[in-house]
């Protein structure tokens, strides 16, 4: 990796942390003081409404208008409505305590996150195009057990999350085989550097991220904040893991032996197929627009 692409992902990641940072103080900074406030007007359609809020401080009115969200709906015309503000400043005054800043930066601290990899990747691949080819595939390095346990640890997570399904005996054995056919050969095209297939997995991975930051988008409280940082978190995982495999001199030598094979990744294809039985068992997660967990 040359000097250039090492420097603009140590820069990339110093950009990260300093917005995570600047999100934790955010979040530390957000005003405590409440006050009892009345909606005066609402507007908003199925994706959420927006209402408004009129509070009083010190004797001075103020109103304060909510970002579009589907909870604020519950609010009625009218009725009551707890307000944040901060003393210094009462006329910002808002219904959600720590704004949509915190979340919103923490969502480009990832989005940086995942082009600080996507440099890595392809500066550590240029790197390995320029280096001699490996004379043979030599053991199955760290980051492909990693690929496969972060992959089999969330997809467990998700069925303990969501539960089994609740389907007839032919449409449940038949989601759980269709999951193995499909995961575990996605799984074996990754391990064995196929082009087609590790392009669609890597598709599925950055899909399943974006998923994630979408409720990191939404979150109100600083628990829901740190529940979907921890959701994102463990998509990336995976993702990483991928990138770290394919900079490995083990990817580079399937890409120079595209016929050749290799029988120490038996064990981690099966437990790709171990992946997609699961994922026909759990339960679907009506939140998610798409999300797959793969064992590659």
């Known amino acids: 990796m040359t000097r250039g692409v090492r420097t603009a992902v140590i820069g990339l990641l110093g950009v990260a942390v ?3 940072l600047l999100a934790g103080v955010l979040v530390l900074r ?22 408004t809020a009129a509070y009083r401080v010190d004797g001075t009115t103020y109103r304060t208008t909510a970002p579009k969200r589907t909870r604020w709906c519950d609010l009625a015309l009218d009725g009551p ?21 915190p979340t919103r930066l923490v969502a480009g601290a990832v989005g940086v996150l995942v082009l600080a990899g996507l440099a890595l990747v392809l500066g550590r691949a240029a790197a390995r195009r320029r280096a ?4 043979d595939p030599g053991p199955l390095p760290v980051s492909a057990w990693l690929l496969a346990l972060s992959c089999l640890l969330t997809q467990v997570w998700d069925l303990l999350d969501r539960g089994p399904r609740t389907a007839d005996d032919v449409s449940l054995w038949g989601s759980m085989l269709l999951g193995a056919l499909v995961v575990g050969w996605l799984s074996l095209g990754v391990l064995l550097a196929r082009p087609l297939r590790s392009a669609l997995v890597v598709v599925v991975l950055l ?18 904040l ?16 991928l990138a770290w495999y394919r900079t490995t001199s083990r990817f580079a030598w399937h890409r120079q032996h595209p016929r050749a094979r290799t029988h120490d990744v038996a064990a981690l294809a099966m437990v790709g197929v171990l992946v997609g039985v699961l994922g026909g068992l759990a339960t679907p997660d009506p939140t ?9």
Do not use: I, M, W
């Open 288 to 296: 998610a627009s798409f999300s797959v967990q793969l064992n590659l």
């Open 81 to 101: 409505a707890t307000v944040f503000y901060d003393p210094d400043s009462p006329q910002d005054g808002r219904l959600d305590r720590y704004g949509t800043a």
């Open 226 to 241: 740190a529940r979907a940082l921890a959701a994102v978190t463990a998509a990336l995982f995976p993702l990483g893991a």
């Open 18 to 20: 300093l917005l995570v």
């Open 207 to 224: 899909t399943t991220v974006l998923v994630q930051v979408e409720p990191l988008l939404k979150a109100v409280t600083a628990a829901d």
């Open 30 to 51: 957000a005003p405590d003081d409440t006050v009892r406030g009345e909606v005066v007007a609402s507007g908003g359609n199925v994706d959420g409404c927006y209402p």
């Open 132 to 135: 001699e080819p490996p004379l």
